[in-house]
């Protein structure tokens, strides 16, 4: 099917223990999970797409797994796993891949029925098929333990296979081991992350890699659910050629029955609201919006000759349409009023949540936000030296997140996104700091910039290789906010517009700071004259090495202009 040969390892025949690595243990988050309030299907352990429902499968049986030496003389490896425990009337629909970096095992594969299925005929087939046979696609060398075949399901006409088969022997799968689902009930998918990647033993520098998938249309608008299997391709392969041979869900069920209901949604904050810490130096803290208007905040009109004071619930800002550069929101004129409402009020201080369906309503995005009345300069690293900076990287208005991704078969926590100035990640819920005894993840914001990140240290954005950039300090104080108490749901709009009422301010589309440009050409040059000579770089080569924000941007927007409002996280 992809007009090539199958592919071997082509690795250095060393022993190699295959008992030296452990199998992955299961994770399970700290804390028991709580009954959750009654709703319709969240939380159910079922999801219904509209002609099929499918069940979120966390149970695994072996199927095959193989180990080879690393560069560094160290196994690495990887397993597959079908499905295990499937209830009657269900179907595997694809296998499961896990590296084995020491990592526990965290993952899953969807299952599935057909529902609202009567009459089968020429113009209403039905939604799973069974693969007319299978081509082999690759298979490994035997002194690597047993073979292993990867095997793709070829689906009848006008069907999609959704994941690969693995086996170790030759003979091609039981064409009922999985099935294939009908075109128009998936959607196109993408690679997501690299599980593996490995050489061809042609000697030509084939590769044959592994990679998860995921919808190509994320975000809340998305319908397109992932399955959780795997694709292959090898480099002879295009990305396009390897992409069509396999796909995700579509959720047709435009009630997004699995999502949470309201009462559910203020049980899934209350019991996994983060806790974030901010650092021991900082000198500005969050504060709530509200407190922000009543103590002093100015809007401000390009045609204005002075700044407006702000209704205390943002009634009187200009609301809806979209960031013209027209107003834009400032500090008072007078120092002191000024300088008070830099340093934040903490005790307002509260997270602004947004609840919202992602991967086609199969998982909840709770994405929590939090305000501060002014961003502080940064602290530059060059080498071994840093230099706190008196004016670079200040402005006026901070908003930054993180966001919970939550499971709707379950209301586990799968991942959370820390955002990181521009960008950020996502983080495994297995590999998140939380606080004893609960489920609730530490989040720690940085000195004077806000950013979030899952662990205390010394984060540098910027080039790590060279070791310069900006200093993003993190560490645990008496600082913090307890989300899962102080937070304002501010939207949810699956839920339906009545439901939660959206705050006046959140609809104001324009900048929250004035846009602030720095003669950082002039800055760094101050900086050069006192660094010792073996770190003296050029200023041109030492400007390309820090992060262009670094020189000024505009005035930071609200929540509902931000690109993840809608959309996916940006990483």
């Given at each position: 099917m992809f007009g090539c040969d199958c592919f071997y390892w082509n690795q250095q025949q060393q022993s190699v223990d295959f008992g030296s690595l452990p199998e992955p243990q299961p994770f399970s988050l700290p804390a028991p999970l709580p009954r959750w309030p009654q709703g319709r299907g969240f939380g159910t352990g079922r999801m219904n797409l509209g002609e099929l429902e499918v069940i979120q499968v966390t149970k695994f049986e072996s199927a095959w797994r193989c180990i080879q030496l690393g560069g560094g003389k160290t196994p690495l490896g990887v397993s597959f796993y079908k499905p295990a425990g499937i209830p009657d009337g269900f179907h595997s629909l694809g296998y499961y891949c896990h590296p084995d970096d020491e990592q526990p095992l965290r993952g899953y594969v969807l299952v599935a029925r057909e529902i609202n299925h009567t009459q089968v005929s020429s113009l209403n087939p039905p939604p799973l098929r069974k693969p007319i046979n299978y081509s082999l696609i690759w298979s490994t060398g035997s002194h690597y333990g047993d073979n292993g075949y990867f095997w793709l399901p070829n689906p009848p006409t006008g069907y999609k296979a959704m994941g690969i088969v693995v086996t170790h022997d030759s003979d091609q799968p039981d064409i009922d081991e999985v099935r294939c689902?009908?075109?128009?009930?998936?959607?196109?998918?993408?690679?997501?992350?690299?599980?593996?990647?490995?050489?061809?033993?042609?000697?030509?520098?084939?590769?044959?890699?592994?990679?998860?998938?995921?919808?190509?249309?994320?975000?809340?608008?998305?319908?397109?659910?992932?399955?959780?299997?795997?694709?292959?391709?090898?480099?002879?392969?295009?990305?396009?050629?390897?992409?069509?041979?396999?796909?995700?869900?579509?959720?047709?069920?435009?009630?997004?029955?699995?999502?949470?209901?309201?009462?559910?949604?203020?049980?899934?904050?209350?019991?996994?609201?983060?806790?974030?810490?901010?650092?021991?130096?900082?000198?500005?803290?969050?504060?709530?919006?509200?407190?922000?208007?009543?103590?002093?905040?100015?809007?401000?009109?390009?045609?204005?000759?002075?700044?407006?004071?702000?209704?205390?619930?943002?009634?009187?800002l200009p609301s809806g349409g979209e960031n013209d550069g027209g107003y834009w929101i400032d500090l008072p004129i007078d120092d002191g009023e000024s300088s008070s409402l830099k340093r934040g009020?903490?005790?307002?201080?509260?997270?602004?949540?947004?609840?919202?369906?992602?991967?086609?309503?199969?998982?909840?995005?709770?994405?929590?936000?939090?305000?501060?009345?002014?961003?502080?300069?940064?602290?530059?690293?060059?080498?071994?030296?840093?230099?706190?900076?008196?004016?670079?990287?200040?402005?006026?208005?901070?908003?930054?997140?993180?966001?919970?991704?939550?499971?709707?078969?379950?209301?586990?926590?799968?991942?959370?996104?820390?955002?990181?100035?521009?960008?950020?990640?996502?983080?495994?819920?297995?590999?998140?700091?939380?606080?004893?005894?609960?489920?609730?993840?530490?989040?720690?914001?940085?000195?004077?910039?806000?950013?979030?990140?899952?662990?205390?240290?010394?984060?540098?954005?910027g080039s790590t290789k060279f070791g310069i950039g900006v200093r993003n300090d993190t560490a645990r104080s008496d600082y913090f906010i307890d989300s899962s108490v102080k937070y304002q749901l501010i939207a949810a709009e699956y839920l339906g517009g009545e439901v939660v009422e959206e705050p006046c301010w959140l609809q104001y589309m324009r900048e929250w700071g004035p846009t602030v440009v720095y003669d950082s050409r002039s800055e760094i040059d101050k900086i050069i004259n006192i660094l010792p000579f073996f770190v003296r770089f050029s200023v041109e080569n030492l400007i390309e090495l820090f992060p262009t924000e670094l020189y000024g941007e505009e005035g930071p927007t609200g929540p509902k202009e931000k690109d993840n409002w809608v959309g996916d996280e940006i990483c």
């Open positions: 689902v009908r075109a128009d009930l998936t959607e196109h998918c993408e690679t997501g992350d690299l599980v593996f990647s490995m050489d061809s033993k042609s000697g030509s520098n084939q590769q044959f890699q592994i990679w998860t998938t995921k919808p190509c249309e994320m975000g809340m608008l998305g319908k397109g659910v992932s399955v959780g299997t795997f694709y292959c391709r090898s480099s002879i392969m295009s990305s396009e050629e390897a992409l069509m041979s396999v796909a995700c869900l579509k959720n047709l069920d435009t009630s997004l029955t699995a999502m949470p209901n309201l009462n559910q949604v203020h049980s899934l904050i209350q019991h996994y609201g983060p806790i974030m810490y901010f650092h021991p130096d900082e000198d500005y803290l969050p504060s709530s919006v509200q407190w922000f208007f009543k103590n002093g905040a100015l809007l401000y009109k390009d045609d204005w000759k002075k700044g407006q004071p702000i209704n205390y619930m943002g009634s009187n009020n903490l005790e307002s201080a509260e997270l602004y949540v947004h609840v919202k369906p992602a991967l086609g309503g199969s998982f909840t995005d709770v994405a929590m936000g939090v305000f501060c009345p002014f961003n502080g300069p940064v602290t530059l690293k060059i080498g071994l030296v840093s230099i706190p900076m008196s004016r670079l990287g200040q402005h006026v208005g901070d908003w930054e997140h993180v966001t919970l991704r939550i499971s709707n078969f379950t209301g586990e926590l799968w991942q959370v996104f820390y955002s990181e100035h521009s960008g950020g990640r996502w983080v495994d819920a297995s590999e998140v700091e939380f606080i004893k005894g609960s489920n609730k993840p530490i989040v720690y914001s940085s000195k004077h910039g806000h950013a979030s990140f899952p662990h205390e240290g010394m984060f540098l954005q």
